[in-house]
T-cell receptor, first 116, second 110 residues
Framework: NAGVMQNPRHLVRRRGQEARLRCSPM?????VYWYRQLPEEGLKFMVY????????ESGMPKERFSAEFPKEGPSILRIQQVVRGDSAAYFC??????????????FGSGTQLSVL | SQQGEEDPQALSIQEGENATMNCSYK?????LQWYRQNSGRGLVHLIL?????REKHSGRLRVTLDTSKKSSSLLITASRAADTASYFC??????????FGQGTRLTINP
């Protein structure tokens, strides 16, 4: 059973370009979480999705950032018109059920986004 | 702002010694979890302790939870060089997401 798969592992974009980060949760997991991590810091929650629904996007900037988890295919975190401050590691995690049921999260290896 | 706050921010000990890390939080929780992160990698779940539990063991790991003080500790006994990593506590606060602390960077010196 493959773990959480994120791609690309590294993504380099110039200012103003779009970044698309992909996450395939573990088989059987329908809950996906996106986190962002700056160097030497903890993870900051961005968005929580279930299949086809955004449950909590309170940590995601209102502009330029969007996320989806379609019925078929991976979850996508999209950053439009990237700026240097978007440079960070973006981690995806999945679980079979929501956090209200005491579930642990399974993390991917992350996508390191570098904005030139 | 992050819910969990780990203490210390960095810890360096000799191989074989015990390592203790602490975590404080601010609101009521359903559970508290500890994760480990090796440099450049994703987080790996270590242990989950529910709000009605006071202590839990897993191998060389021992976790305590004091809900009256809103704090938890992670003890790693007989540390090994391979334990070098960052350790994070996370709480769900009854909400639908885990909130992570800033982490403790643990270095085990051979």
């Amino acid at each position: 059973n493959a773990g959480v798969m994120q791609n690309p592992r590294h993504l380099v974009r110039r200012r103003g370009q779009e970044a698309r980060l992909r996450c395939s949760p573990m088989k059987g997991h329908s809950h996906v979480y996106w986190y962002r991590q700056l160097p030497e810091e903890g993870l900051k929650f961005m968005v929580y999705l279930q299949k086809e629904n955004i449950i909590d996007e309170s940590g995601m900037p209102k502009e330029r950032f969007s996320a989806e988890f379609p019925k078929e295919g991976p979850s996508i975190l999209r950053i439009q018109q990237v700026v240097r401050g978007d440079s960070a590691a973006y981690f995806c995690a999945s679980s079979p059920a929501g956090q209200g049921t005491n579930e642990k999260l399974f993390f991917g290896s992350g996508t390191q986004l570098s904005v030139l | 702002s992050q819910q969990g706050e780990e203490d210390p921010q960095a810890l360096s000990i000799q191989e074989g010694e015990n390592a203790t890390m602490n975590c404080s939080y601010k609101t009521s929780i359903n559970n508290l979890q500890w994760y480990r992160q090796n440099s450049g990698r994703g987080l790996v779940h270590l242990i989950l302790i529910r709000s009605n539990e006071r202590e839990k063991h897993s191998g060389r790991l021992r976790v305590t939870l004091d809900t009256s003080k809103k704090s938890s500790s992670l003890l790693i006994t007989a540390s090994r060089a391979a334990d070098t990593a960052s350790y994070f506590c996370a709480t769900n606060q009854g909400a639908q997401k885990l909130v992570f602390g800033q982490g403790t960077r643990l270095t085990i010196n051979p």
